[in-house]
Nanobody, 125 residues
């Protein structure tokens, strides 16, 4: 089992940037899991943001964030990152890190086995 802890959220003006981090702690190294970021705004369902494979060679992102958000990982540090640029008010949400043991890409939240508690991102217009 892996524990995930997100950090880096906060309040930022529209057009600004934030970098979210997800630290994984478990008896197994972070490279054993494919990772993803999801987000949930008030009154809305949890939505897929980005995915990265175990080795980091394959990534995917939701259309709404392509060209603005970049997912990356550092397996030596057991960490996954989400660089968010050109932030918009509609990016305001609680952002969650998720992990799964299967390496295949999926944007379905039900397919992820482990979740962090989330970090709040608020973008002011």
């Amino acid at each position: 089992q892996v524990q995930l802890v997100e950090s880096g959220g906060g309040l930022v003006q529209a057009g600004g940037s934030l970098r979210l981090s997800c630290a994984a702690s478990s008896g197994r190294t972070n490279s054993k899991y494919a990772m993803a970021w999801f987000r949930q705004a008030p009154g809305k369902e949890r939505a897929f943001v980005a995915y990265i494979s175990k080795g980091g060679s394959i990534t995917a992102a939701a259309d709404s964030v392509k060209g603005r958000f970049t997912i990356s990982r550092d397996n030596a540090k057991n960490a996954v990152y989400l660089q968010m640029n050109s932030l918009k008010s509609e990016d305001t949400a609680n952002y969650y890190c998720a992990a799964k043991e299967s390496n295949s890409y999926t944007n379905a939240s039900s397919m992820y086995d482990y979740w962090g508690q989330g970090t709040q991102v608020t973008v002011s217009s």
